[in-house]
């Protein structure tokens, strides 16, 4: 494995071809995968280990389920792409437009970050305004308009968060704490007339877990009518994995585009925008707002994800996975405290994430005031144990419906051991 990291490190920027999975978040060298099967990974060592990373969200059902598979083993052997509309495509259009409230018309890509970018763009063509509020912590995919460092203060400009995003384009970027009414409320006195839209994850999920406040979203939608702008629910990893229809459905909130990706393809690079009739009527070639891409739609990833959405669509299986998910979340948290570790959870749906401080927290402020050197202590205990928590303290972590009670016992047993010697 070593030798493989250091060839990975010749060829590769850091070794990888996304940055958190170098463990830099949290130290030491990542291993290889070479399998999963339900709950487990198996590295190219053969050590295997319970997974609750799971491609970062999108598999909710585990590793290799068999109806995917097999789906998507029927579509390769009849082409890899064409080039040409699929009746695949027009399905997975038809059945998330009727699974997600204010989803009217959607347009397939492949990835979230195109999804968002694409959805800011409809944004500032129907509105005819520039500027766009996020929220501190939430991220959007690393196009340029989004990859904004946190500001400080509630209209705060937009400073770049990488090399390479022009200072002109970031200031076109407000920012805004995660469930602060008043910041918002503030932007707008301020900006209103400039803004084209919000965009939000529901419930922000890379920052680690961190549910809207009881009336936040709503407060949000609210705020977005009254001036003329946007509101823009980014749910490429809550789409599905907290709700059949996502975080909308479930909060009963209809945001004015929504952006999916992850669960809807089962693992295949997958990405969706979309919303009200009126505004994806801009897009090409009805309108003038400019989208395509040569693999958009690609008939084996709408094969795979359309047999994980029938797979989930089952009485039952948000509630099973919601209960397991809370379990094991208030479990680990339960542990670390009777070993005088300070520890607090958020669990929604199939995402959770273990904080460790003493109240869950609201913001990205108050998760950055977590024991960082903690969690980093706390992954590599849990590593060592064959369990594979998100190899950062900003990731939030996705239990599948392959988890059961025995991965249930392994984990906590192995958290007790951790915390034990922490």
Not at 226 to 250: I, K, P, S, Y
Not at 274 to 285: D, E, K, N, S, Y
Not at 338 to 348: E, F, L, Q
Not at 384 to 404: K, N, R
């Amino acid at each position: 494995m070593t030798d493989l990291w250091e060839r990975a490190q010749r060829v590769l920027p850091g070794g990888v071809n996304s940055p958190v999975r170098s463990f830099k978040g949290v130290g030491g060298t990542p291993f290889f995968s070479v399998s999963g099967q339900g709950a487990y990974l198996e590295d190219t060592a053969g050590r295997q280990y319970i997974d609750y990373v799971m491609s970062y969200g999108p598999l909710i059902l585990g590793h290799a389920y068999p109806e995917v598979v097999a789906a998507a083993h029927t579509q390769i052997a009849r082409g890899l792409s064409y080039g040409t509309p699929t009746p695949l495509e027009v399905a997975m259009a038809e059945r998330l437009t009727q699974a997600v409230p204010g989803l009217e018309m959607v347009r397939m890509v492949n990835s979230g970050t195109e999804a968002t970018m694409s959805a800011l763009r409809v944004a500032r063509a129907v509105t005819g305004r520039h500027r766009v509020v996020k929220f501190t912590g939430c991220y959007h995919g690393h196009h340029d308009s989004l990859l904004i460092r946190a500001g400080s203060g509630a209209a705060t400009l937009g400073v770049p968060d990488s090399a390479g995003v022009p200072m002109g384009l970031a200031e076109l970027t407000l920012t805004a704490p995660y469930n602060d009414r008043e910041a918002l409320t503030q932007l707008f006195a301020r900006y209103g007339r400039e803004i084209a839209a919000v965009i939000m994850e529901p419930v922000a999920g890379n920052m680690g877990t961190v549910p809207p406040l009881p009336g936040f979203l709503a407060f949000v939608r609210e705020v977005t009518e009254q001036h003329g702008a946007l509101l823009v629910f980014d749910e490429v990893m809550t789409g599905f994995r907290t709700a059949w229809g996502g975080v909308g459905a479930l909060a009963g909130i209809q945001p004015d585009l929504i952006t999916l990706a992850k669960v809807i393809g089962a693992g295949m690079p997958v990405g969706a925008y979309g919303g009200r009739l009126a505004h994806m009527q801009h897009v090409a070639p009805l309108g003038p707002v400019y989208q395509a891409g040569t693999l958009s739609g690609n008939p084996v990833a709408m094969a795979a994800g359309l047999a994980q959405l029938d797979a989930i669509r089952v009485p039952g299986f948000y509630e099973r996975l919601g209960e397991w998910t809370h379990t094991l979340a208030q479990g680990l948290v339960e542990r670390a405290r009777r070993h005088g570790i300070s520890a607090s959870a958020h669990a929604v749906g199939g995402m959770f994430t273990v904080f460790f401080r003493d109240v869950p927290p609201r913001n990205f402020d108050e998760v950055a005031s977590s024991d960082v050197d903690r969690y980093r202590r706390y992954f590599h205990g849990m590593l060592q144990a064959g369990i594979f928590m998100p190899p950062s303290p900003f990731e939030s972590a996705f239990p599948s419906a392959a988890h059961g009670p025995a991965e249930m016992e392994a984990t906590l047993r192995a958290a007790d051991a951790v915390f034990r010697a922490m």
